[in-house]
């Protein structure tokens, strides 16, 4: 019985947040103005996450998504707190990821301002529906995913979707880097997968 408490009591214990009391973490940090330079700094594809809304599909422009995992396939998307498309990906539990095009600028920016209704977002673009969720056609790449899990930090929501349909084409990415879009320099096969 003396060699399990003495083991019990080497064992750390799991790590559960910041350690308290070490300055680092008492620290107010840089302000947002600072943070946001540096995320300027960050380059990234862009992409365009769709729901189906209570009134019609809704969508958003979104810089922050990546894989999380192959096996499951899992997508990470951050989601803009308040946005109503993130309230049809929490109702509906599915939404769409789309990769777009470098020639989709205008697509890009409809979908990220503020001041474009759901329906003029969508208006002349080609759509289809994949298990309920609206699809926009001619995007490099998408994928619907099924939700996994939504979790809030900060200011956005993380959303982790499971891919259950997915579709690449050929082309470049559009990029988004230092609060403007770019592309690609060098060559990119055209070779669908």
């Known amino acids: 019985m003396a060699d399990r408490s003495a083991a019990a009591a080497e064992t750390p214990p799991p790590v559960c947040g910041p350690p308290h009391g070490e ?7 840089p302000g947002a103005a600072r943070c946001l330079g540096l995320y300027a700094k960050l380059a ?6 769709t729901a189906r809304g209570e009134d019609g599909p809704l969508g958003m422009t979104v810089s922050a998504v990546t894989s999380l995992s192959a096996r ?3 997508l990470l998307a951050c989601l803009r707190d308040g946005s109503r498309t993130l309230a049809a990906v929490r109702s509906r539990r599915t939404f769409a990821v789309h990769l777009l095009r470098e020639e989709q600028q205008d697509l890009a920016g409809r979908f990220a301002s503020p001041t474009t209704t759901a329906a003029e977002r969508f208006a002349g ?4 529906q994949v298990l ?3 699809v926009l056609a001619g995007s490099l790449a998408w994928s619907v995913c ?3 899990d939504v979790r809030r930090y900060g200011d956005h929501h993380l959303v982790v979707g499971r891919v259950a349909a997915v579709h690449v084409g050929a082309g470049r990415p559009l990029l988004w880097h230092d609060r403007r879009f770019g592309a690609l320099t060098e060559p990119v096969p055209d070779a669908a997968g």
């Open 44 to 49: 990234a594809g862009v992409t365009v996450v």
């Open 132 to 134: 309920g969720v609206p």
């Open 146 to 148: 099924l939700t996994e």
């Open 125 to 128: 673009t080609d759509t289809r």
């Open 23 to 29: 300055p680092l973490y008492e620290e107010p940090g």
């Open 72 to 74: 499951p396939p899992l």
